[in-house]
Every structure is written in C-alpha cells, then in structure tokens.
C-alpha cells in the first residue's frame, strides 16, 4: 500500500505544533484524493471477544497528558445535521458504490479547552478512554485506543483515530459482537463559523480484516465560541494543561 510521508500536523498537521509526537506516529493519510488506510488491524484482545463476560474498563490505561494546539477557526462548538455518503466499499463482495446519498445526523464535538499566555487555543487529547451509549437490548462501549493529530495549520486539520466497539448483551452482560474502527477525519475552513468535513471509517472484524469503509462530507456550522473547559469527564484540564505546559519547558505560555 502506498504510503505518503506527511509528517505536517494540522489538528495541528503540516507543522508538528508543540505536541511533541514521535516521529512514528507522523502518519501518511491524505483527505484530498485516495484516503488511505491501515489495511488489516490487529485482532480484539479475549477480554472483549464474542462470549467474554465484559469487565468496564478492564483494557484502559491511565490516559496520557498530551495537548494540541488548534486553529482558532476550529475552535468551539460545532453542530452537524447532515452528511453526504460520497463512497461505499465492502471489503467482503467487493462492491464499490460512489453515488451521493444524503444522510440526517444529529452530532455535536468540541475543539479547544485552555488558552495558553498567548492566546493560543489548545486541546486534550485524554488517550486511551471508554464511552458509552444505551442500545435497545445492547449496551455499545466505544474504547478509544489512538487519536494521532497529523496535520494543523491555518488551512486544514487532520486526525487518525483506532477505536474498539463492544457491543454488550442487556440480559447476560457478555459480548455480542465487537469490532474495530479507524477513522480518518479533516476539516477546513470555509468561512467566518463554517467549516467542511471530509471523514472515511473503515470497520474491521474483531480478527482485524477489514469490512467496510464509507467516506462522508458535511458542510457545519458552529454553535458556540469557544470558552474554557477547566473540568471535564472528572479531570482537573487546568491543572493538566500547566502540568504538559510545564512537562514540555514551555512555562512561557503558562496562563
């Protein structure tokens, strides 16, 4: 598989801003043209196979204290209400469809929790953590393993995220079915408080084979200006802001 070398970071992508990532994790993901791709995962550990008895949490780790500096026209609250399908492939038929079909969706994300001395918007990245949503007869537990910003600049911004779903059975509390999820997602921006999305998600097994991709765009609009997030999800973002800031010997932007 072909591999482009961009180690530009614009979620800060294109320029390596202040998150100090290894050089190995400057991955070569494009979302202009061919987006690519892992092309196999490794497989689910036992403990959120088909059958385990679901312990919450038994795979997090204590999330690392990594920050990313964010465009301001990225920060905020942003709303999306529809996305365009722009590509379908199932890895199983082979099947290839590239016609647009306009979806409705109703999600809403973050960007940007503390302000550095500067001015300068920054956001926490809390890896690896564990969500979950309420299903009819399954609970569905999202285990976010990796979330790598590639590329932020004052055009565009990228990121590479690897997240485990497990879904859990009401009645037995075992697993139902769990598989596996990389998402590759950029946005731009448009103008003042509009931004496109460009995002691709291919699913993979719990062995790790891939299944389905789908590639979406949604043009969004922001909902709120940003504004400081000092507590979130029961973490102190105040303090671990000073402590990365800190950590990094950049007390110059200690706000």
């Known amino acids: 598989m072909r591999k482009n070398i961009l ?7 294109t320029l390596v801003l202040s998150t100090n990532l290894p050089a190995s994790q400057c991955l070569a993901y494009t979302i202009e043209g061919k987006i690519e791709h892992q092309e196999a995962l490794p497989k689910v550990e036992s403990a959120v196979r088909k059958g385990a008895k679901y312990r919450v949490g038994v ?19 942003w709303i999306v209400h529809e996305e365009t399908a722009v590509l379908r492939h199932d890895f199983k038929t ?9 979806f409705i969706t109703t999600q809403e994300f973050t960007y940007g929790n503390q302000k550095d001395r ?20 399954t609970e ?5 393993k990796e979330k790598d910003f590639l590329v932020a600049t004052e055009k565009q911004v990228q990121f590479r995220s690897v997240v485990t779903v497990v879904r859990v059975s009401h009645l037995s509390g075992r697993v139902a079915q769990s598989f596996q999820q990389e998402s590759i997602t950029g946005y731009k921006p448009v103008s003042d408080g509009v931004i496109q999305l460009t995002a691709s998600t291919k699913t993979f097994d719990s ?13 969004i609009k922001r909902y709120k200006h940003y504004a400081d997030v000092d507590n979130k999800d029961g ?16 007390t110059n932007l200690l706000p």
């Open 140 to 144: 569905d537990f999202h285990e976010v």
């Open 59 to 77: 795979n997090d780790f204590e999330a690392a204290n990594n920050w990313v500096q964010v465009p301001a026209w990225l920060s905020g609250t």
């Open 207 to 219: 062995d790790g084979n891939a299944v389905y991709q789908q590639d979406n765009q949604a043009r």
């Open 235 to 250: 973490k102190n973002l105040k303090e671990l802001f000073i402590q990365y800031l800190t950590a990094k010997g950049l």
């Open 118 to 137: 500067q001015g300068n918007i920054w956001h926490y990245i809390g890896v690896p953590y564990t969500s979950k949503t309420r299903m009819a007869t």
């Open 94 to 102: 082979g099947q290839i469809d590239r016609h647009p079909t306009t």
């Open 7 to 13: 180690c530009l970071v614009a979620f800060l992508q």
